[in-house]
């Protein structure tokens, strides 16, 4: 037996085995019907993986953010998997959980933006299907031939690339399609509902890497219900009837070029706006004692390797090679600022500053 400590404090003894699932209905059975997920000793988990270790337990349900996230990571399994059976030469990449939704990249095929409303129905059909999503086991040799042989080269790489001391893998099955996730999922398909929607499409590149081959990424976003959908583009309409850069021309503040992504060719007005907002920021400033520092622009990859930030950012990032070394625009201000303070003999005991 085991011991699960629920949210109240309450105790619960279970046999060492039992699925999320099946304590939720020990709760509640209506409780147990909204189950997306379970959390044991702040391990997310689904609903039917068995329970071996006591702890503290509770059950994510639509109300949890959690149980957003678990909701868009399987809408963005079902988009794989309505392409996969649209576009026969399709490979599935990687498809995470993004802020306000999700994506998949795709190897081999070219999507147009008119081409989402069939895949949208495609997915349709799979919710309606409501396939059981099942989650096994497998050892990492076993997992790298089961997807070598179903030809998949970028699940083999991910597995080929996986620390030495992980020894087996999670794999996801819904009706014929098969996923190399950690998950976890919801527990059938039918639970994704009607409240999603697929947003554009964009070129990527395999893990971010230019170098590496191009993909195609298909965005996407999912709620668990139609009136919150419906609420989360009423709010990209209001933000688009603001951007600044329709208002920034209808005001002849500033606009932009193709010549210049992301970058801003300021007009009188803007310009001069823009440095009043300057002053009033240094006065601001100076009156609480900060003093200001200026660093390069453009640096060389190492430090945002040092930073992180190529890690995670690099897709993002405006780069470019010079003698055979990379540098690129700063994303952020840290890092150079780290600079400034580690220059000449410092001390902790000179932050803040």
Known sequence: MIELVLPDGAKMSVESGIR????????????????????????????????TTGGTFSIITDRNPEGLEILRHTAAHVLAQAVESLYPNAKATIGPVIENGFYYDFAGIIIKEDELPKIEAKMAEIVAADYPISRQMMA???????????????????????PEDVKEVSIYTQGDYVELCRGPHLPRTGMLGKAFKLTKVSAAYWRGDATKESLQRV?????????????????????????????????DLYHFEEFAPGDV????????????????????QKAFGYVEINTPQLMNRVLWETSGHWDWYQENMFTTTVEEKAFALKPMNCPGGVLVFKHGLTSYRDLPQ
């Open 20 to 51: 999320g699932v099946d304590v939720a209905s020990k709760i509640s059975e209506g409780l147990a019907k909204k189950a997306v997920a379970v959390k044991v000793n702040d391990t997310l988990m689904d609903i039917t993986t068995p329970i």
């Open 140 to 162: 990492r040799d076993e997992a790298e031939r089961f997807f070598a042989e179903r030809g998949e080269p970028y699940k083999v790489e991910i597995i080929r690339d996986m």
């Open 219 to 251: 965005y996407g976003t999912a709620f668990f219900n139609e009136k919150e959908l419906k609420n989360y583009f009423t709010m990209l309409e209001e933000a688009e009837r603001r951007d600044h850069r329709k208002l920034g021309k209808e005001m």
């Open 265 to 284: 060719f300021w007009h009188p007005r803007g310009w001069t706006l823009f440095q009043t907002l300057i002053d009033y920021m240094r006065k601001r």
